[in-house]
């Protein structure tokens, strides 16, 4: 999905360029619409779609145009974008699934002229009834432009949870938009350059959150934004709105109701949503780890029907922990699937390393990334939509550092003096392990924005500024700042479930889930985040989300009829390569010399001897810096792709 509109004309090649550059997310057709400049001989000009052949043969002057590259899953044959109502007045440019548009389409029929079957058509009717405000109604995921001639309006936006990335950007009187970054950079309008502020950003998530990007003037709607762009009658410039959200506050009050209603709440919602996820026109797999999040996904899959379906799952070599593998054939012999799995080891890494940088546009310091760009290209000889399991450890209180937070207010009770002597002694015996070292010490931090803030940090605020060669870094709280009325009235973990949700899942997560499998023209879908779910999670009180010591507590009990105890109590399994193990063995070598090239961006632009430092103590297993190391090894190769290429290899 892409899109540009100028205040005076654009040739329509760069239109085609930046579908050319995102092809990959919708092979199967393609398809474009071009607002022409008002003349003010004639009557104001309406839209024109046009297909890629007459594009090529189009010469009249454009001041708008969307371009469409299309996956079809819904009504194939016919639901083709970009998509107009009856009159040509309302267009939509749209990528993503509306699951419950069955439902809308039900209440609309008797109102309006359905050409299509697809949810689609369902938007285009729903906003000629209600507006913006229609957005509002969608259970889904999407990225979407709308077009209201009549109005003037272009309306811009991104699906609650953040599933579908949007980015835009100003370039030389141009307003452009894409669902990836190659998409802009295709014109040559925007030009790769660095945002230093943002680089602090993600030296402390390893990820920039929305709306920065690392690409200067390269901004991306975050979760629930809705932007407005006001067109001028006459062709000239065009005006750039603040983006609003459009969905209604989150409701985050815990309901006080019995355990038993909660659960018996959640076994219903739970196969409801699944059914909701595998309505398409197109095979639907999904994806399996082992763990409990996709052994529940397998079951509530298994208990929809829909016959027998394939799953996919990824065998990690040269590594000495136990594989998940074997745990995902487990699940899909329970289940009945039938199951494909993928092998890679450190000779994939480096020979597709640069193929995952260039399809993620932005550095992110999640190592799943390569194992899910090769388990979707396993997945797209059999499939074009598959199921995740992503979303459940957010929103359940699946992670460590949740119970970190629950109870770290026992230990702040203690005197400042105790803690003083106790946290040094404490961390001093965990230097092995990392990330715990790093929690405990950000457990006596009293003042709790920047306590939540290094929690959730990859560096910390010192290490920062030896990075950087600064004096302070205080990047993180101010991220958390927004978003501080609605997490302060929450319970221990669960404000750390409500930040995940809203910062690192969309814009780290998300992002490599989309990204990598639409790399390989599939859609990923993540019922866990379907909207009843995630309301439903933040109704439930904080101690049936983590009981206890039992993390996804609610979530396990709630599976019980749909999945034996065996599968329930497993641990968290995800598709995290075995980097600290590969970076101490056959992957040191290009570790070292990618991050300590003299010319390279890391070795000039951070602190070389600090890199060094960690490159040493991570080898010698003195000091675990798995995840650091990862993320300064995406963003030295994400800046070798992206800036040290020619500029000829993004513009056409």
């Known amino acids: ?20 550059r995102q092809r990959h997310r919708g092979p199967d057709d393609e398809g474009y619409l071009v607002l022409p400049r008002p003349d003010a001989l004639r009557e104001a000009p309406q839209p024109r779609f046009l297909s890629a052949e007459e594009l090529a043969s189009w010469s009249e002057p454009a001041r708008l145009g969307f371009g469409h590259c299309r996956l079809a899953i819904q009504d194939p044959l016919h639901a083709r974008q970009p998509m107009a109502n009856e009159n040509g007045e309302v267009w939509l440019n749209y990528n993503g699934e509306v ?27 729903l906003y000629e009834e209600m507006g913006p405000a229609a957005l509002g109604e969608l259970n889904g995921i999407f990225a979407l432009a709308l077009l209201d001639v009549a109005r003037g309006s272009l309306w811009l936006a991104r699906d609650p949870m953040g599933v579908k990335p949007l980015y835009y950007a100003e370039a030389r009187g141009f307003l452009l938009f894409a669902s990836e970054v190659k998409g802009l950079l295709a014109t040559g ?23 920065r990007t690392l ?44 355990e038993g209603e909660v659960v018996e709440e959640l076994r219903r919602l739970l196969p409801e949503a699944v059914t909701r996820q595998l309505i398409a026109d197109v095979p639907v797999g999904l994806f399996l780890s082992g763990g409990v999040d996709s052994a529940s996904l397998a ?38 699937t039938e199951h494909h799995t993928v092998s890679i080891g450190p000779g994939y890494f480096r020979e597709h390393w640069s193929e995952v940088v260039r399809h993620l546009d932005e550095p992110l310091g999640t190592s799943s990334a390569l194992a899910t760009y090769a388990v979707a290209h396993l997945a797209s000889q059999y499939v074009k939509v598959s199921l995740s399991g992503q979303g459940a450890d957010e929103l359940w ?4 550092r949740y119970l970190g937070e629950k109870y770290g207010s026992w230990y702040r009770l203690l005197p400042r003096w105790v803690r003083a002597g106790l946290v040094p002694e404490i961390v001093g015996r965990f230097q092995s392990v990392g990330q715990l070292a790093r929690g405990l010490k950000a457990l006596a931090i009293e003042e709790e924005d920047r306590r939540l803030a290094e929690v959730l940090a990859i560096f910390s605020a010192r290490e920062r500024c030896r990075l950087l060669g600064c004096e302070q870094s205080t990047a993180g709280a101010s991220v958390l700042a927004p978003h501080r009325e609605r997490y302060r009235g929450l319970a221990g973990g669960t404000k750390l479930c409500y930040l995940d949700t809203r910062l690192w899942m969309p814009d780290d997560l998300l992002m490599v889930c989309d990204k990598m499998a639409m790399a390989a023209s599939v859609e990923m879908r993540v019922p866990f985040l379907d909207l009843t779910l995630v309301e439903a999670a933040e109704r439930a009180r904080a101690d049936l989300r983590v009981r206890g010591l039992r993390r996804k507590y609610l979530l396990r009990r709630a599976m019980k009829p749909y999945l034996p105890a065996r599968f329930r109590q497993r641990p968290k399994r995800d598709f995290q390569l075995p980097v600290a193990e590969w970076f101490r063995g056959p992957l040191a070598g290009f570790l070292g010399e990618t991050l300590l090239r003299t010319s390279g961006f890391c070795a000039s632009r951070l602190d070389r001897d600090f890199i060094g430092q960690m490159l040493a103590e991570h080898r010698r297993k003195v000091r675990p810096w798995t995840l ?17 290429r020619s500029p000829s290899a993004w513009s056409g």
């Open 99 to 125: 699951y419950n548009f069955p439902e809308l389409r039900r209440q609309l029929v008797p109102r309006h002229s359905f050409r299509t079957h697809s949810d689609t058509e369902v938007i285009i009717h």
């Open 215 to 258: 690409f200067r003037g390269v901004n991306k709607l975050a979760p629930g934004e809705l932007l407005e762009i006001r067109l001028s009658p006459s062709g000239g410039q065009a005006r750039l709105g603040k983006p609003t959200t459009f969905r209604r506050p989150d409701s985050l009050q815990p309901e006080p109701r019995p």
């Open 1 to 20: 999905m892409v899109a540009l509109t100028s205040e005076g004309l654009f040739p329509l090649e760069l239109l085609r360029e930046m579908v050319a």
């Open 299 to 336: 079951a509530l899959v298994a208990r929809c029907g829909g016959g027998r379906r394939h799953s996919f799952t990824v065998l990690f070599e040269q590594s000495s922990s136990a594989s998940d593998a074997e745990g995902a054939r487990e699940v899909a012999r329970l289940f009945g």
């Open 189 to 211: 309008l925007v030009r790769p350059e660095l945002d230093e502020e943002a680089l602090e950003l993600f030296l402390t998530f390893r990820y920039v959150p929305s709306p």
């Open 397 to 400: 209180g699946g992670y460590w």
């Open 628 to 644: 650091q190391l990862y993320s300064l090894l995406a963003l030295e190769s994400w800046h070798q792709e992206f800036f040290e």
